[in-house]
């Protein structure tokens, strides 16, 4: 009995022993993530470069397509794959601005970071939007060309949802509007989204819900449900043009799932961590980290691989890339600089094969 | 008017929608992810630092560092880590009146 009780000792003097005693049971200590960090200065700049390249060429390549053409927008599709251009081509002009903060530290003030951030923001969840658009489109032209012939959907009402989704989008900015601050952290400046420590823990929680709520089950189930039904409506048609309409849809459902639900997913286990208020040790949220960032990439890549998905597998698109192409005629030769003569369905370029009901849809 | 006014709730939690972070995903920074709630003695404490939300952080932190090096998270709204603090800033302004 010639020691003293522990708690005595490590309240006396250092002797070296006290740490000892101290971490024994674990402590919370600092989290250091300097090989995430290592990674993502590399992983970052890079694929947010070629995503900005990427996106800028497809992106611009539709837009300048579609100025080309100068053809009044015709299906709702058509409406919002324009809109998906010109969200992605938003979102791919905001990326360059990231990779260099990413490289270098933030060094253009707070006003342009959050101008940056809103945009990013903004762009990136009109694209997530018109792409649940452009599914309901889809299932609407095929159901509607199914039993009793095509019939003109309004332009009009595309215009409507157009407005509907980038107010939206705007809406879903606001934080980072009004947030994002460059802060200086380790000799560092960096551009970020930063909550006023005022925000209570429910209003947190109610945000975060509604997050995943409406960001992810939303849209999420619009696709799934709108292609799920698309495809039954195609297996049980016939056709020659059955088979390739399939594979469309196919192409973009696979794209969409091996792309955007990763993401979708890693931030919904993060949002459920910061709901439970879960802790997690530091290899698990190393782990985690990684995972957002990596699924964070892919996501991004989405915005340059749209255009070549939506735009490029369409045959009017096609149609239209050729004639700008070529300065404005059809063929070299025949048709001296005239358009292409355009029947009101498929025009004399595209493949005979090819017939309505696929081009109702398949812009 | 059931339904106007679920809209309005709806539009009122978007504005509070979290976005994901500029550059595709938040940035991994150094942070404690739990506070101890024992105090720690005093004596075995070489400095100090302040992780908070405004550095990116979920869980605001005092950093100690020890006299071996570890870094321990505190909470900062607690009475014995501000006696810590304050002791650490008294010991720091000493040694330089002492150092000029």
């Known amino acids: 009995m010639g020691t003293e009780p522990a708690e005595q000792v ?57 100025l080309a053409a100068r053809r009044a927008v015709r299906s709702p599709t058509s409406a919002h794959l324009l809109q998906l251009a010109l969200a992605d081509l938003l979102l791919a002009l905001t990326l360059p601005f990231a990779a260099a903060g990413a490289l270098q530290g933030w060094s253009l003030g707070s006003a342009t970071c959050r101008a940056i951030s809103g945009l990013y923001s903004a762009s990136f969840h009109a694209g997530f939007l018109f792409l649940a658009c452009i599914s309901a489109d889809r299932y609407v032209a ?14 009009g009402r595309a215009h409507v949802v157009s407005a509907i989704v980038w107010l939206l989008s705007l809406l879903l900015a606001l934080p980072a509007l009004l947030f994002s601050q460059d802060g200086q952290r380790e000799g560092q400046r960096r551009c970020r989204l930063v909550f006023p420590e005022g925000l209570t823990q429910t209003v947190k929680g109610a945000s975060a819900m509604a997050q995943v709520v409406l960001g992810f089950a939303l849209p ?24 390739r309409a399939l594979r469309v849809v196919v192409a973009l459902v696979a794209a969409f799932v091996v792309l955007q639900l990763p993401y979708s997913l890693a931030l919904l286990l993060d949002t459920a961590d910061l709901l439970a208020a879960r802790e997690r040790s530091c290899p698990a949220s190393k782990r985690k980290d990684l995972a957002l960032l990596v699924t964070g990439g892919l996501a991004l890549a989405r915005c340059g691989l749209n255009p070549v998905l939506y735009a490029f597998l369409g045959l009017r698109f096609r149609q239209d890339l050729r004639r700008l192409l070529r300065g404005g005629s059809c063929r070299p030769g025949p048709h001296p600089r005239g358009r292409c003569p355009r029947p009101p369905r498929l025009s004399s370029c595209s493949a005979p094969t090819e017939t309505h009901s696929v081009s109702s849809w398949d812009y | 008017m059931a339904s106007q006014a679920a809209a309005i709730l709806a539009l ?84 330089k009146r002492h150092g000029s």
Not at chain 1, 25 to 35: F, Q, S, V
Not at chain 2, 17 to 35: F, I, Q, R
């Open chain 1, 10 to 66: 490590s309240w006396g003097p250092y002797s070296g022993e006290d740490e000892e005693v101290y971490s024994a049971e674990p402590l919370p200590e600092l989290c250091y993530k300097a090989d995430v960090q290592a990674f993502s200065r590399a992983f970052q700049p890079s694929v947010t470069l070629v995503v900005a390249a990427l996106g800028l060429a497809g992106n611009g390549l539709v837009l300048a397509t579609h």
């Open chain 1, 142 to 155: 095929i159901a509607r060309a199914l039993p009793a012939g095509p019939r003109p959907s309004a332009p």
């Open chain 1, 220 to 243: 999420l189930g619009v696709m799934a449900a709108c292609y799920a039904l698309l495809g039954r409506t195609l297996l049980a048609a016939r056709g020659p043009e059955r088979r």
């Open chain 2, 12 to 95: 009122s939690l978007l504005i509070l929608w979290t976005s994901p972070a500029l550059g595709g995903a938040n940035d991994a920074e150094d942070c404690c992810l739990s506070v101890t709630q024992r105090p720690i003695p005093g004596n075995i404490v070489r400095a100090f630092r302040h992780l908070l939300i405004k550095d990116g952080c979920r869980v605001p932190a005092v950093v100690f560092t020890t006299l071996r090096g570890h870094q321990l998270c505190a909470p900062p709204d607690q009475p014995w880590v501000d006696r810590i603090i304050r002791r650490l800033q008294k010991n720091s302004a000493k040694n």
